[in-house]
């Protein structure tokens, strides 16, 4: 290779084999578990690859190498994996999602026949002259299937959401790299790279740059805890009910969420994480739930008392913080319950 056909393959290579690292770990990755996921990994897997193989041809002189002598048939399972990835983000409920396994098993079963009897090694002509514009048409007829399910959502809905942007993107995306390798010549299929990893570093970026769009698109999983773990927490969450309850310390308004934590042996963060996670509020919160109670059975036993009187008494240190954390409680002001 001189100089600019090895820049060629570089830029070339770079966007392909940058997003087979990425196919694989879609595949793997325990964050990403979700069947989707899996789908798209190795969607991007498949088509990567076909990339690779189609840089390396333009550059072949000599006898193909080992990669090269598949040949094109697994490139059957581009249409058929992008399709199934669309459709379950439109309707994961619809027939082609349900009947998935079937489908693509039997894409898998003829890549499987060619590959055994029409090995590209003894019919390289044939697999490069006839079956590779077949696949090529299939691939199309599947982007032209997911176009027509794309449009339907989207007459469906009213707004243009995320990730109907994203199919909408990606199916574009799509039609840019079947025109690329379906049209050119074998000896340019370098062009076909070269915009592939364009295309790739685009999104890749715009995703990087994007956290939120990217996180609704490709949503990780929420992290299980440990057996162990979520059984310690309970214990002490039980200790801190127990302790709020018979001790009444919320009835002190200087309470600080050390006392709190001092008297269960862990550490403030810690208690503030227990909190958060296991009853979905913030210290502040969870006190203020049991001080209504007790303003709550104050107002119904002690009618003599004032409003301000009750809040004192239930551990508010003023008459507007009392007001607010009753309304947010209750729906009412401590007057309106009252009467």
Same mark, same amino acid.
């Given at each position: 290779?001189?100089? !600019?056909?090895?820049?060629?393959?570089?830029? $070339?290579?770079?966007? &392909?084999?940058?997003?087979?690292?990425?196919?694989? *770990?879609?595949?793997?990755?325990?964050?990403?578990?979700?069947? +989707?996921?899996?789908?798209?990994?190795?969607? /991007? /897997?498949?088509?990567?690859?076909?990339?690779?193989?189609?840089?390396?041809?333009?550059?072949?002189?000599?006898?193909?190498?080992?990669?090269?002598?598949?040949?094109?048939?697994?490139?059957?399972?581009?249409?058929?994996?992008?399709?199934?990835?669309?459709?379950?983000?439109?309707?994961? +409920?619809?027939?082609?999602?349900?009947?998935?396994? @079937?489908?693509?098993?039997?894409? /898998?079963?003829?890549?499987?026949?060619?590959?055994?009897? !029409?090995?590209?090694?003894?019919?390289?002509?044939?697999?490069?002259?006839?079956?590779?514009?077949?696949?090529?048409? @299939? =691939?199309?007829?599947?982007?032209?299937?997911? &176009?027509?399910?794309?449009?339907?959502?989207?007459?469906?809905?009213? %707004?243009?959401?995320? %990730?109907?942007?994203?199919?909408?993107?990606?199916?574009?995306?799509?039609?840019?790299? =079947?025109?690329?390798?379906?049209?050119?010549?074998?000896?340019?299929?370098?062009? $076909?790279?070269?915009?592939?990893?364009?295309?790739? *570093?685009?999104?890749?970026?715009?995703?990087?740059?994007?956290?939120?769009?990217?996180?609704?698109?490709? #949503?990780?999983?929420?992290?299980?805890?440990?057996?162990?773990?979520?059984? #310690?927490?309970?214990?002490?969450?039980?200790?801190?009910?127990?302790?709020?309850?018979?001790?009444?310390?919320?009835?002190?308004?200087?309470?600080?969420?050390?006392?709190?934590?001092?008297?269960?042996?862990?550490?403030?963060?810690?208690?503030?994480?227990?909190?958060?996670?296991?009853?979905?509020?913030?210290?502040? #919160?969870?006190?203020?739930? *049991?001080?209504?109670?007790? &303003?709550?059975? /104050?107002?119904?036993?002690?009618?003599?008392?004032?409003?301000? &009187?009750?809040?004192? %008494?239930?551990?508010?240190?003023?008459?507007?913080?009392?007001?607010?954390?009753?309304?947010?409680?209750?729906?009412?002001?401590?007057?309106?319950?009252?009467?």
């Amino acid at each position: 290779m001189n100089y !600019l056909t090895q820049i060629l393959f570089f830029f $070339g290579a770079i966007g &392909a084999f940058n997003s087979f690292i990425l196919a694989v *770990y879609l595949l793997f990755s325990k964050s990403y578990s979700r069947l +989707q996921h899996r789908v798209f990994g190795l969607f /991007l /897997l498949i088509l990567s690859l076909r990339v690779i193989k189609s840089l390396f041809y333009a550059f072949s002189t000599d006898e193909p190498i080992w990669f090269l002598q598949s040949g094109p048939s697994f490139f059957l399972l581009i249409g058929p994996l992008l399709f199934t990835y669309i459709i379950y983000i439109i309707n994961p +409920q619809s027939f082609w999602v349900k009947s998935k396994i @079937q489908h693509l098993t039997f894409w /898998l079963f003829i890549v499987v026949s060619l590959l055994v009897f !029409l090995p590209f090694n003894k019919y390289n002509e044939l697999n490069k002259n006839t079956l590779l514009p077949i696949i090529n048409f @299939q =691939w199309f007829l599947y982007i032209v299937f997911s &176009a027509f399910f794309i449009k339907q959502n989207l007459e469906r809905g009213k %707004q243009l959401t995320i %990730q109907n942007k994203w199919l909408l993107i990606l199916l574009a995306t799509n039609s840019i790299i =079947w025109l690329c390798f379906a049209l050119i010549e074998f000896n340019y299929f370098v062009t $076909g790279s070269i915009i592939y990893s364009l295309l790739f *570093y685009l999104l890749f970026l715009f995703f990087l740059f994007n956290k939120k769009i990217s996180s609704k698109i490709f #949503e990780k999983n929420k992290v299980i805890k440990n057996a162990r773990v979520s059984k #310690e927490s309970e214990r002490i969450v039980d200790e801190l009910k127990i302790l709020i309850s018979t001790e009444k310390p919320y009835l002190n308004p200087d309470l600080k969420i050390a006392d709190v934590a001092q008297k269960l042996n862990i550490s403030s963060h810690e208690l503030s994480k227990l909190i958060n996670e296991n009853l979905n509020c913030n210290f502040t #919160e969870f006190i203020n739930k *049991y001080r209504i109670e007790e &303003a709550k059975q /104050l107002i119904v036993t002690n009618s003599n008392y004032t409003i301000e &009187a009750i809040g004192n %008494q239930s551990g508010f240190n003023s008459k507007s913080a009392f007001y607010k954390a009753f309304k947010i409680h209750t729906g009412t002001t401590p007057a309106k319950f009252k009467t």
